[in-house]
């Protein structure tokens, strides 16, 4: 049929096993026996009408563009000072861990010293 959604001008090339619906390349493993059938041109339009038009039409300021990325940029600091934050706690928990247990080491040597000596 002319202008039907289902002809392929690009057919998926040779070896592949991926099925094309609708004009979309699909995975086998994505394509279901109880899947809706979206070869129609009417359930096909439908399905696109849930995508919002806007995001194509509007094109990207650098005013724009620059705030989005000041904003993402923002939450990647917070995010990086606080893992570091969490690594600093850590580090210095395992750090005294470690100090108390040199001390308690070298005064346990430091006693059975002294036991063998005076005992011995």
């Known amino acids: 049929m002319q202008g039907d959604l289902t ?27 109880n899947a809706p059938d979206r070869t129609k041109p009417s359930q096909a339009l439908r399905d696109l009408s849930y995508f919002p038009a806007r995001d194509v039409e509007e094109t ?5 563009l620059r705030a989005e990325l000041q904003t993402e940029i923002g939450s990647l600091r917070a995010e990086l000072h ?14 005294r861990a470690t100090q108390t247990w040199i001390i308690s080491t070298g005064l346990s040597l430091a006693g059975l010293i002294l036991a063998v000596a005076r005992f011995g």
């Open 60 to 64: 990207v300021t650098k005013g724009f």
């Open 7 to 33: 002809d392929d001008q690009h057919p998926p090339p040779t070896g592949t096993n991926a099925r094309v619906l609708a004009g979309w390349l699909t995975p086998p493993d994505e394509v279901t026996d």
């Open 82 to 95: 606080s893992e570091i934050g969490g690594l600093r706690a850590e580090m210095l928990q395992t750090a």
